[in-house]
C-alpha cells in the first residue's frame, strides 16, 4: 500500500488564518480577514454558503471591515507591509479596486464606527496631532471632514457613536492599566465612572440606546466587569461580574441582548445575559479561546474561536442555542488525532507568588528531550490555550513548550498586571527562572537540553535571559526584542511616549533600573549560539533596536545569525516570510541540540 510520510512545516504553515469580520445587516454576507491565498486580503462569504471568494487584491492584512448598513459598499483599512498607518477605503459591494475614503500617507487613521445610516465615518489619527491623536467625522456623502475632539495630555481614542449620533465616546489611555473612558453630550465629556482620579481600565464602551452605555470597567475592583452607564441622569451601576476572571469583551443589541468574555487565565468563558431581567448565564462554546465577537440585531452571535489543536473559524450561535460552524480552517496532512492541547501547570515563584504557565508535551514517541522557554510578548498580555502553527509544528519535530504567564500578564486582576510597570526585567525575569526550575524540580525537562525563544517583549526577555542566566539555555531566538531600554522608549510611536514613563521608566529618575533591566547592558553573558529576527517597517519595536545588539555581538566575535524582512513590521503578514523564518528558527534548533 502508499507510504505517505509525516507531516512537516509545509504541511502546519499551509493552515490559513482568520481574522477580523463583519456580518451585514441582513445576515447574508460575510467579510472576513484571511491569508487563505497566502497573503492577507478581505474575503466573502454568501450564506447560507460558506465557500469563501476574495473581495480585495491588496495583498496587505486588514485592520478592520465593516458593511455599509445600506449596501452600497465595504469599508476596509490597509497598512503597508506592517508599517501600521492604516488607510482607510472603500470598495464596491461586489469587491475590487479601492477608493479613498481617509487617506494620508504616512499617518495612521484608526477606525472608530460606521453610522446607522453609512453616511459618517469615525476615526482616530494622528495625522494632526502625533503624540495625543485626534478624533475625526467624515462624512461620506460630501467628502468633508471635521475634528471632533482635540487629544490632550494622553492618547485619545475614538470608541462608539449613538444610534441617532446625539453623543460618541472615546478613552483617554495615560497607561495599559490606567485608562477613562467618556461620552461626549453637546460638546461636554461626562467620565463613566464616579471617580476619574482612582486607577481603573474602562473600555469597549457600547450603545443600547440613545441614553444607555455598556461598557467594560475594573473601576473599584480587582478584577473587570461588566458595567453601565445612563446618560441621561449620568448613573453609573455594576451590572455583570464573574468571580475570579476578568471581563475582556462586551456586545449588546438594540433588544437588550448582552453577550461577553471572562477571561479566567488561560481560557475565556463565554455568557448570555438580558439587559432587562438582569438574567446571565454561561455558554459553552466549540473553543478555548474567543477572539472576536458581532452580536447582531436578531440575536444571532457570530464569533472566531479556536483551541490549541483547532485553528481560528468563524462560528454562528443560532437563536435554538446551537453553534454552526462556517469557516473550516485545518492543518494540511495532519489528523486532529495527532495535535497536542496543553496542560495548565501553577509554580511558586521567588517571592510566593502563584504563576499559572502552559506546558506542552511531545507525544512519548517523538520526544527529543529538548524544552523550548517561551515568554509571550506584551508585556501586559498573555499565553492562552489558542492554536498556533509553530508550537504544533514544534512539539510534533519532539520539542516541549513552557509558557509563563509571568507579573504582569493580564486576565489575572489589575494588580498582577500592573506589576511589571517600570520592572520589565526585575520581578517576570525571576518568575521564568523560578518557571524553568520548577521544570527542573518535577523532573519535566532536562537542564542541558534548555533553548529560550520568544517575540517583541518575549523577544526581550529572551535576549535579558540569554545576557544573565545563559548558564540555564544551549542558545536563544530572539524575533524583534527591544534590547536598549533608553533608545525603546525614544524610539516608540510617538502616541506611546506619553505612556513610557509608567510603563517602562523615566530616562533620568529610572537611569539606573532602566539600565539594569537593558539586556545590552548584560553583552558579556551573551555567550550562547543566538538568532535574531526584525521586521524593517516595524513601528513599534524598531529595526535600531536589533541593529545595535547584533553589531555589538558580532564585533565581540559571537555566535549571532541575523534575519531582516524587508517588508515586514511588528508580525508576519505573508505566508512566505513566516514560512522562511521557522524553517530557520527549526535548523537553528536542530543544529544546537544536544546529541
Not at 513 to 522: C, F, L, N
Request: proline share 5%; aromatic share 12%; glycine share 8%.
Amino acid at each position: 500500500m502508499l507510504a505517505f510520510s509525516p507531516p512537516g512545516l509545509e504541511e502546519f504553515y499551509r493552515t490559513y488564518a482568520v481574522g477580523t469580520f463583519a456580518v451585514n445587516v441582513d445576515e447574508t454576507r460575510i467579510a472576513f480577514a484571511t491569508n487563505l491565498s497566502g497573503k492577507f486580503n478581505v474575503w466573502g462569504m454568501d450564506l447560507p454558503n460558506t465557500f469563501p471568494y476574495a473581495l480585495t487584491y491588496q495583498d496587505q492584512a486588514p485592520a478592520f471591515v465593516r458593511f455599509d448598513p445600506l449596501g452600497r459598499y465595504i469599508l476596509v483599512g490597509f497598512d503597508h507591509d506592517g508599517d501600521e498607518c492604516t488607510q482607510i477605503y472603500a470598495i464596491s459591494p461586489t469587491g475590487g479596486a479601492l477608493q479613498p475614503v481617509c487617506v494620508t500617507k504616512g499617518k495612521r487613521h484608526i477606525f472608530g464606527a460606521l453610522s446607522r445610516d453609512g453616511q459618517h465615518v469615525y476615526y482616530t489619527s494622528d495625522k494632526e496631532n502625533p503624540q495625543f491623536m485626534n478624533l475625526y467625522h467624515h462624512d461620506l456623502e460630501t467628502g468633508q471632514e471635521q475634528m471632533i475632539h482635540e487629544g490632550q495630555e494622553t492618547t485619545t481614542a475614538f470608541d462608539a457613536i449613538a444610534p441617532d449620533r446625539s453623543s460618541f465616546t472615546y478613552s483617554h489611555e495615560f497607561s495599559n492599566t490606567f485608562v477613562l473612558s467618556y461620552v461626549v453630550v453637546d460638546g461636554t465629556p461626562i467620565c463613566l465612572t464616579p471617580d476619574p482620579a482612582v486607577s481603573q481600565v474602562t473600555h469597549s464602551t457600547r450603545y443600547v440606546d440613545a441614553n444607555t452605555l455598556v461598557f467594560v470597567t475594573n473601576y473599584g475592583a480587582s478584577h473587570s466587569y461588566v458595567a453601565t452607564f445612563d446618560v441621561q441622569s449620568r448613573r453609573f451601576a455594576k451590572l455583570f461580574a464573574v468571580p475570579g476572571a476578568d471581563v475582556s469583551q462586551v456586545q449588546v443589541n438594540d433588544q437588550g441582548r448582552i453577550y461577553f468574555v471572562a477571561e479566567q487565565g488561560v481560557e475565556d468563558a463565554l455568557y448570555e445575559g438580558d439587559l432587562a431581567t438582569g438574567a446571565c448565564d454561561r455558554v459553552e462554546f466549540p473553543g478555548t479561546v474567543c477572539f472576536a465577537m458581532v452580536l447582531h440585531q436578531s440575536g444571532r452571535l457570530y464569533a472566531s474561536f479556536t483551541r490549541e489543536d483547532n485553528p481560528t473559524n468563524l462560528y454562528r450561535r443560532e437563536l435554538d442555542g446551537s453553534w454552526t460552524q462556517l469557516t473550516n480552517a485545518k492543518v494540511v496532512g495532519v489528523s486532529s488525532d495527532s495535535l497536542v492541547r496543553a496542560q495548565t501547570v501553577h509554580y511558586p515563584s521567588f517571592d510566593g507568588l502563584e504563576i499559572e504557565a502552559l506546558l506542552w508535551r511531545a507525544k512519548p514517541e517523538q520526544r527529543n528531550g529538548h524544552t523550548l522557554i517561551f515568554p509571550h510578548g506584551g508585556p501586559q498580555a498573555a499565553d492562552r490555550k489558542y492554536f498556533w502553527s509553530l508550537y504544533q509544528f514544534l512539539v510534533s519535530e519532539g520539542y516541549d513548550i513552557f509558557q509563563a504567564n509571568y507579573r504582569g500578564s493580564t486576565g489575572y486582576g489589575a494588580e498582577f498586571t500592573k506589576m511589571i510597570e517600570r520592572d520589565w526585567g526585575g520581578g517576570p525575569r525571576q518568575d521564568m527562572i523560578a518557571g524553568i526550575e520548577y521544570l527542573l524540580a518535577e523532573g519535566l525537562a532536562d537542564r542541558e537540553r534548555l533553548f529560550v525563544i520568544g517575540g517583541s517583549y518575549g523577544g526581550y526577555m529572551t535576549l535579558l535571559l540569554h545576557g544573565r542566566h545563559a548558564d540555564y539555555f544551549r542558545a536563544a531566538v530572539d524575533i524583534f526584542g527591544p534590547s536598549n531600554l533608553f533608545s525603546f522608549v525614544e524610539s516608540v510611536p510617538e502616541f506611546w511616549k506619553p505612556m513610557m514613563d509608567a510603563w517602562v521608566g523615566n530616562p533620568e529618575r529610572d537611569r539606573e533600573k532602566m539600565t539594569e533591566d537593558s539586556p545590552i547592558t548584560w553583552l558579556d553573558g551573551m555567550t550562547k549560539p543566538m538568532l535574531v529576527i526584525q521586521g524593517a517597517n516595524d513601528p513599534r519595536v524598531v529595526k535600531a533596536e536589533s541593529d545595535q545588539i547584533v553589531a555589538k555581538l558580532q564585533s565581540a566575535g559571537r555566535d549571532v545569525q541575523y534575519l531582516v524582512l524587508e517588508d515586514e513590521g511588528h508580525g508576519f503578514s505573508k505566508k512566505e516570510n513566516e514560512l522562511r523564518v521557522y524553517k530557520m528558527i527549526a535548523e537553528f534548533l536542530k543544529q544546537h541540540q544536544k546529541r
